[in-house]
């Protein structure tokens, strides 16, 4: 082969074709963010690996050590059992310390020792683990005696710890009785008198680290006690042997109070770490008395465990507050709290620890040494907080309104309902009398103490002394939680228990007297003419009454305070609406006098304290006054003189009016409910027997009158902020806003004008209701065609009567027949023969429901209907001459009005009211018989009322709860019926204008005569009569001559009802109308001085007179006496 010279460059030869390249397709360049992305992402990768690497191998590590401790921990198990079970072993304490509890501790922390496998083994070996330490702690030998380690020296001393607790039931009598010597050290034998002191310091160091929060020692205690149950359920229901349960409870008991009896604490130390945790786990435990045996209660009732707990509860209560709340939170079980909060567990705890009594007897004592200065500002400090929680979950006390009564705790009942049994049960010393006088007494006694401390300066002492005010504090909070957690029978037990106090109530409107009149203020001077006018007004009645009993009989006792109480005022200065009493005042100085500076701010201005004392008071004495007779209150003058009531009738009548009127109180609606319903009950008991002057309940509003429709207006605005049925705790306002009927005429007024607008029928026309009655059945008819009507039956209706004979009778309706149907359904369905309805009594005319209704199938439909019938005669103007029992108009009665009711009844509580002998002789118990239908029917009065005696204590809360049942409870269904009937006509916030007889007044027209004239100018003539007619002449003079009754029977005798309208006859509908009744006599007849012979007659439903046209005044009367007495209207024609 041939090579090329060097340097000669050979030239290849021409390609013929494209070259081909064997290397694939050439890369395309990557962009910079696609690189940076890769490079991140390999990055990551790699920064996985190397953790899942790290990961496996701490896995492996952890699993390695789990596997290894597990192995030793068997191993070393194994070999401690076999220790302990050597034969003849040396028991020292180094050994003990060494060999025994080092090796223990190890393995019995372990989780794989608490396996199913292992738990067994384990808890075996605890067991003879805590035997060895005790017997090494009883053992006289120092060198065996393990606790020698702590007097021995520094390097055998050691530092306690927290370790985790377990739940080892079958352990926990061992260990909880080696935690009891470990902080004892007069149980360590062989201490000798110089190690005592060492001993000492190392118990008060480990008793320190008990109370400390850090030791989780009372959260363990809290958790223990909480799942006990009710002892006396524990004893039957319990697994565990009593020995042991209790030798576990009192070792645990034991332990919670280590701190309080500590040497420290005997030399003062400072405890408030203790007492903040015993009070925050401990005394928050739902009933936690019942919770422990009953040996173990003096304990800790011990006053020195009672008073630091207190004391630190004031000294911090907003951080023990702020714990008891964390608690509440954390949703930690408490045994049964259910809805209530723990820190009213803690009021019900503290209430029965500081307290021993007996339900049975009702006595009791505070516990020895008690500070009650101090008992009492812990309960009002935890009351007001527990009041703080129930604002803020106001959802939680809405379902306590629709609970049934807890009374009785059944097997099926909710948690919720028991817990409130239990806790108002922990509340029973509060409304036992005894509480209330010891409180009292010591308020006496310290303020005695501190006149004599003043005289003498070397005695004065700077510890608070305990005040009334405190204690009214203290019944303040407690009506108030009565009243939200006890929804059966509210605060009742709290205000019998205030109301029967003797000297209670006196107390304390001394205090508030002061308050409201000024320190230099003891007496109202009242003006001379009202003073005597009232006094001398109760003294005639109650002579008088005085004089019918003894005429009637003289030889019974009680027969004669019945007829005295029965006996009712009639005499027209008692009421009388038509005239304006404004303007019957003698001169300005009463008004004044009577309108109390102290509270004519209304009850926003006045100051906490002030607020306090009124709510308790006007809650107590409301509670008083319906059991309070009236030989009590006029005669006797209990617990008030007549001055004194009308100074608290005065002082209550401002502050409610002057609230009233600024549109003020939502923010102490509590404040304006209890005083309005004592205001109330002092108004209705004055209207029945006066004690108070007119002008007293007209002061407030001496300064101005507000227009009718103004004030009209104004009523309704005020009354539709109010939910549901509230209307009778609004004060009675009828002299305060103006003369009420005015104002009720104004409403219906508004209220026609309103419905016309809506398009409404409210005259006679197309669109009015027909109805057809049958003469013979008018009730039936009325109730089938009526009843179902509801508020509808305020249009006008359109009766048709059928007579007896089954005919049509002529006529057309224009307000005449609808008016004769009202009074005749009335006369017939109010008639005591039909069965719905009877009189009080003999002596009372008002109409109360039959007993007898209940039997029949629509009897409280057809009292409900008549309530609507009621209803419709006062929207129309229809006056009915019948008059309603209070009761039946949703007034609460007075124990005085049992006496028209039942007088055998009345006679018999108030011989046993003022029975000097032992009541309990007498062997009655809180119940009641009934007779009905031929049956025996047995009411409990009250709860379990079967199985309480009357005593002396509680006979006036068997006196009120009898009265209670007879005048409110027994005839609340009727009641209810009928308020809801008239209430669909008639809105309950007119009727709270009235009281019950200015309601009846409104009904059935005003009381005693009529004024003539004021007939004449309303009367109407038809049938050629004018007033200038002769005979018409003549009627007004002869009318003018008659008596008051004569004249009362005329107006029956036309209008079927012997009153004239309230508010005059302008008022009266159909209008009074004489017709002309043509007589022609014969010319010789009319010469020899013969007059006509017809008699008058009477057109009722339309109040239509048919008068003759007599000559002579003599024939007139004559015709006209004779008509009106026979009673009869058309026959005469």
């Known amino acids: 082969m041939s090579v090329p010279p060097a340097g000669h460059r050979q030239v290849p030869p021409p390609l013929l074709h494209a070259m081909v390249s064997l290397r694939g397709s050439s890369a395309r360049e990557i962009t910079r963010d696609a690189l940076l992305q890769k490079v991140s992402e390999e990055r990551q990768l790699r920064s996985h690996l190397r953790r899942a690497a790290a990961a496996a191998l701490s896995i492996q590590r952890v699993w390695r050590r789990y596997s290894v401790i597990r192995i030793v921990s068997e191993q070393l198990h194994e070999e401690w059992e076999a220790l302990i079970n050597q034969p003849d072993i040396n028991l020292t304490k180094q050994w003990i310390s060494s060999m025994m509890l080092r090796p223990f501790l190890f393995f019995v922390t372990q989780p794989s020792s608490w396996y199913k496998g292992q738990q067994d083994k384990t808890l075996n070996s605890i067991s003879a683990c805590f035997k060895i330490i005790l017997n090494s702690i009883n053992s006289m030998d120092a060198s065996k005696n393990l606790c020698s380690f702590a007097v021995g020296t520094p390097e055998e001393r050691c530092n306690h710890s927290c370790c985790k607790d377990g739940n080892m039931v079958q352990i926990t009598d061992t260990a909880m009785r080696l935690a009891v010597s470990l902080t004892d050290c007069k149980t360590w034998k062989k201490i000798t008198s110089k190690d005592t002191r060492a001993a000492d310091a190392s118990v008060e160091s480990l008793i320190e680290f008990i109370g400390a929060n850090q030791s989780g020692t009372y959260s363990c205690l809290r958790r223990y006690i909480a799942n006990l149950g009710s002892h006396a359920l524990e004893k039957k229901n319990s697994s565990i042997s009593t020995d042991d349960q209790f030798l576990i409870t009192a070792s645990a008991v034991t332990i919670a109070l280590r701190p309080f009896h500590s040497m420290r604490a005997g030399r003062g130390a400072d405890l408030n770490g203790a007492s903040k945790e015993y009070f925050t786990l401990i005394l928050t435990i739902p009933d936690l008395c019942k919770r422990l045996p009953p040996l173990l209660l003096p304990a800790i009732k011990h006053i020195s465990i009672l008073q630091p707990s207190l004391d630190i509860l004031l000294i911090s209560k907003d951080k023990i507050f702020e714990e008891i709340t964390k608690l509440e939170k954390s949703g930690v079980s408490s045994g049964g709290s259910g809805t209530i909060p723990y820190c009213g567990w803690a009021l019900g705890n503290l209430v029965t620890l500081a307290t021993e009594h007996d339900d049975l007897s009702n006595s009791g004592c505070f516990v020895q040494g008690l500070d009650c200065c101090l008992y009492v500002d812990a309960i009002n400090c935890v009351s007001q907080s527990l009041l703080k929680f129930f604002e803020e ?146 003294g005639e009645h109650v002579s008088s009454m005085r004089q019918r009993r003894n005429f009637k009989d003289t030889s019974n006792k009680w027969s004669n305070v019945f007829q005295k109480i029965t006996g009712k005022s009639n005499d027209a200065e008692d009421t009388n609406l038509v005239d304006n009493p404004l303007n019957s005042e003698q001169n300005g100085e009463a008004l004044i006098l009577w309108d109390i500076e102290a509270m004519r701010q209304g009850s926003e201005c006045i100051g906490k304290d002030l607020m306090q004392m009124l709510y308790l008071f006007c809650a107590t004495y409301g509670h008083l006054l319906l059991v309070l007779d009236d030989i009590e209150f006029y005669e006797k003058q209990v617990p008030f003189t007549l001055e004194q009531q009308r100074k608290i009738a005065s002082s209550l009548n401002t502050l409610v009016y002057s609230t009233f009127i600024q549109n003020g109180g939502s923010s102490r609606k509590p404040l304006i409910d209890v005083t309005v319903r004592c205001l109330n009950l002092l108004y209705e008991r004055d209207s029945r027997h006066k004690f108070c002057p007119i002008s007293l309940w007209l002061a407030p509003a001496r300064n101005g009158r507000i227009p009718i429709a103004a004030a009209a207006r104004a009523h309704e605005a005020a009354f539709a902020t109010l939910p549901g049925n509230q209307f009778s705790g609004i004060p009675i306002r009828s002299s305060v806003l103006t003369t009420i009927p005015h104002m009720f005429r104004e409403f219906i007024e508004l209220d026609k004008a309103s419905r016309r607008v809506t398009g409404e029928v409210s005259g006679p026309g197309p669109g009015s209701i027909e109805i057809v009655i049958r003469r013979g059945h008018i009730v039936e008819d009325g109730y089938r065609q009526l009843n179902c009507l509801g508020s509808k039956l305020k249009s006008c209706i359109h009766v048709s009567f059928v007579s007896e004979c089954g005919l049509p009778e002529a006529g057309l309706d224009y307000g005449g027949l609808s008016k004769e149907f009202l009074t005749d359904l009335s006369k017939a369905a ?115 009322g079967k199985n309480i005696s009357v005593t002396n204590e509680n006979k006036l809360h068997y006196v009120h709860a009898i009265a209670d049942y007879k005048l409110n409870r027994q005839i609340l269904p009727f009641a209810n019926a009928f308020y809801r009937g008239l209430g669909d006509l008639i809105l309950p916030s007119w009727l709270s ?141």
Request: charged share 20%; proline share 4%; glycine share 6%.
């Open 393 to 538: 979950n106001k959802e939680m006390l809405l379902s306590f309104g629709d609970s049934v009564d807890t009374s009785f705790i059944k097997e099926n009942d909710t948690s919720d309902s028991c817990s409130r049994t239990l806790f108002m049960d922990l509340l029973k010393p509060i409304y036992q009398q005894w509480h209330l006088r010891k409180l009292l007494v010591l308020v006496k006694e310290d303020a005695v103490c501190k006149r004599q401390n003043n005289h003498d300066p070397d005695t004065q002492t700077h510890s608070r002394s305990l005040k009334l005010l405190d204690i009214v504090c203290f019944y303040y909070h407690m009506l108030r939680i009565f009243s939200l957690l006890n929804p059966s029978i509210g605060s009742l037990p709290i205000l019998n228990m205030l109301s029967f106090t003797p000297g209670f109530l006196v107390d304390l409107w001394g205090a508030l007297e002061i308050s409201i009149f000024g320190q230099a203020v003891h007496k109202l001077q009242e003006p001379k003419h009202e003073r005597e006018s009232a006094t001398s007004s109760s």
């Open 830 to 944: 109010f008639s005591p023969e039909y069965g719905l309805f009877s009189q009080a009594s003999a002596s009372d005319s008002s109409l109360i429901p039959s007993n007898s209704a209940k039997l029949l199938d629509n009897g409280i439909d057809m009292i409900e209907f008549l309530g609507r019938v009621v209803g419709k005669a006062l929207y129309e103007g229809i006056l009915l001459d019948y008059c309603f029992s209070p009761k039946l108009l949703g007034r609460y009665s007075f124990l005085d009005e049992l006496s028209t009711l039942d007088s055998e009844l009345y006679r018999s509580l108030m011989q046993l009211k003022h029975y000097e002998g032992d009541v309990e002789d007498l062997c009655l118990d809180f119940t009641l018989t009934e007779e009905l239908g031929g049956r025996r029917i047995v009411h409990e009065l009250r709860p379990g």
């Open 993 to 1133: 204008l009235f009281n019950a007889n200015e309601f009846n007044q409104l009904l059935s027209g005003g009381l005693q005569d009529f004024d003539v004239d004021d007939l004449r100018n309303n009367t109407k003539y038809t049938g050629g009569y004018t007033e200038s007619s002769r005979s018409v002449k003549l009627f007004w003079e002869v009318i003018k001559g008659f008596k008051p009754t004569e004249r009362c029977m005329l107006l029956k005798f036309v209008t079927s009802c012997s009153r004239a309208p309230l508010l005059g006859f302008k008022y009266l509908q159909p209008s009074f109308t004489i017709h002309k009744v043509p007589c022609d006599v014969t010319l010789w007849a009319t010469i020899g001085g013969q007059d006509v012979d017809r008699l008058p007659s009477a057109s009722t439903c339309y109040n239509t007179l048919k008068l003759p046209t007599y000559k002579r005044s003599s024939t007139l009367r004559s015709k006209l006496l004779y008509a009106i007495s026979s009673n009869t209207g058309f026959e005469l024609s």
